[in-house]
């Protein structure tokens, strides 16, 4: 039996119901989209390696998106995150008999442990120091995989890796993909929901206002060391997925042009929300690599778009499209307000 309020309102109605019903319609509407995207990549070759590319740049820059966008801290050691999980990867495949699912598990343990260690190691540095001392960390780290050639083989890099099993069953390539996206939409929706939650509102205070946050008896030195390890841990997911699907890893697969763009996708997508990493990804793989009319000159348009954004619109395209999505209900509510009240003042007649 369904509860009707004294004035005739179900109990989902009110602020409360409608911001379940926008959220439902979120999950549902960017659920039906990355189904959309498994569709069109379909048996098209190169429409399937902009999908792999585009979720790989996706979960980068959702690694990126909570230490960086909502707790201010700039790390730029991501390329190594990234490279720890394609290795993981490729060691697994060619040193070992183990599943591949469990070379996913440990290199996003690896990467975790890694930011978790070099966040403690200069947790005393903001701003440009700490964006130069991991940007050093990242060429370090790349210098490492050509020199361990008894580990990472080098130059030459790791490949003949083997296809990802689940169950038994081989995955295609399509499959793969369609592992990519929903891991891609999972993500989101649950940084997405972090975001509001008391996490995250704590963590975004502590960007602003990090004294407060400390007064309240929330350690902000250990907030930012959680996000930066889970942050790691993402964007290993998106190396390992990359080099499942190419069967193959060298230290120039992850480079750290890669970690320049994936800062600015959020500020190009929108940093309210989660999505707003992935729409910058999305627009990234198009303009550098599907638009063949901008030819080599996508990265130069993706700067341009960037600065645009930031001159003209500050929040993103998703935060704009939200703000006309608000004003269009607001003028919609009010055409049904002034159509209820004419039709009453009709029958009252």
Same mark, same amino acid.
Request: hydrophobic share 55%; aromatic share 8%.
């Given at each position: 039996m369904?509860a009707?309020?004294?004035?005739?309102?179900t109990?989902?109605?009110?602020p409360?119901?409608?911001?379940?019903?926008?959220?439902?319609?979120?999950?549902?509407?960017?659920?039906? %989209?990355?189904?959309?995207?498994?569709?069109?990549?379909?048996?098209?070759?190169?429409?399937?390696?902009?999908?792999?590319?585009?979720?790989?740049?996706?979960?980068?820059?959702l690694?990126?998106?909570?230490?960086?966008n909502?707790?201010?801290? %700039?790390?730029?050691?991501?390329?190594?995150?990234?490279?720890?999980?394609?290795y993981?990867?490729g060691?697994?495949?060619?040193?070992?008999?183990?599943?591949?699912?469990?070379?996913?598990?440990?290199?996003?343990v690896a990467?975790a442990?890694?930011?978790?260690?070099?966040?403690?190691?200069?947790?005393?540095?903001?701003?440009?120091?700490?964006?130069?001392?991991?940007?050093?960390?990242?060429?370090?780290?790349?210098?490492?995989?050509?020199?361990?050639?008894g580990?990472?083989?080098?130059?030459?890099?790791?490949?003949?890796?083997?296809?990802?099993?689940?169950?038994?069953?081989e995955?295609?390539?399509?499959?793969?993909?369609?592992?990519?996206?929903?891991?891609?939409?999972?993500?989101?929706?649950?940084?997405?929901?972090?975001?509001?939650?008391?996490?995250?509102?704590?963590?975004q205070?502590?960007?602003?206002?990090?004294?407060?946050?400390?007064?309240?008896?929330?350690?902000?030195?250990?907030?930012?060391?959680?996000?930066?390890?889970?942050?790691a841990?993402v964007a290993?997911?998106?190396?390992?997925?990359?080099?499942?699907?190419?069967?193959?890893?060298?230290?120039?697969?992850?480079?750290?042009?890669?970690?320049?763009?994936?800062?600015f996708?959020?500020?190009?997508?929108?940093?309210?929300?989660?999505?707003?990493?992935?729409?910058?990804?999305?627009?990234?793989?198009?303009?550098?690599?599907?638009?063949?009319?901008?030819?080599?000159?996508?990265?130069?348009?993706?700067?341009v778009?960037?600065?645009?954004?930031?001159?003209?619109?500050?929040?993103?395209?998703?935060?704009?499209?939200?703000?006309?999505?608000?004003?269009?209900?607001?003028?919609?509510?009010?055409?049904?307000?002034?159509?209820?009240?004419?039709?009453?003042?009709?029958?009252?007649?």
């Amino acid at each position: 039996m369904t509860a009707v309020s004294a004035h005739g309102e179900t109990p989902h109605a009110g602020p409360a119901g409608r911001l379940r019903s926008a959220e439902t319609a979120r999950v549902l509407g960017t659920l039906a %989209l990355t189904l959309g995207v498994i569709a069109w990549a379909g048996g098209d070759l190169f429409r399937q390696d902009l999908a792999i590319l585009g979720a790989t740049y996706a979960l980068l820059a959702l690694g990126m998106y909570m230490p960086f966008n909502l707790a201010g801290v %700039l790390s730029l050691a991501y390329s190594a995150y990234v490279a720890i999980g394609g290795y993981a990867v490729g060691l697994v495949a060619t040193k070992t008999g183990w599943p591949l699912p469990l070379a996913f598990l440990l290199g996003a343990v690896a990467s975790a442990a890694l930011a978790v260690a070099l966040g403690f190691a200069t947790r005393r540095l903001s701003g440009f120091y700490l964006a130069a001392v991991t940007l050093l960390f990242g060429v370090a780290f790349q210098s490492f995989l050509l020199d361990a050639k008894g580990i990472t083989g080098g130059a030459l890099g790791i490949g003949s890796i083997r296809p990802l099993t689940l169950f038994g069953a081989e995955l295609d390539r399509l499959s793969l993909i369609a592992l990519a996206l929903l891991t891609v939409w999972i993500v989101a929706v649950a940084m997405d929901r972090v975001r509001r939650s008391p996490f995250g509102v704590a963590l975004q205070s502590s960007r602003d206002v990090p004294a407060a946050v400390e007064a309240a008896g929330v350690g902000v030195p250990a907030l930012r060391l959680t996000v930066l390890g889970a942050g790691a841990a993402v964007a290993s997911l998106g190396g390992a997925l990359f080099t499942t699907a190419n069967q193959t890893i060298g230290p120039d697969t992850f480079t750290l042009h890669l970690v320049t763009l994936a800062i600015f996708m959020p500020l190009l997508g929108g940093q309210g929300s989660a999505w707003g990493a992935v729409l910058g990804a999305v627009l990234v793989v198009q303009l550098t690599f599907n638009l063949q009319i901008f030819e080599r000159a996508g990265s130069l348009i993706f700067g341009v778009a960037v600065l645009a954004v930031l001159v003209i619109a500050p929040r993103g395209i998703l935060g704009y499209a939200g703000q006309a999505a608000r004003w269009l209900h607001r003028r919609l509510a009010r055409a049904r307000g002034t159509a209820q009240g004419t039709g009453s003042g009709g029958t009252a007649r």
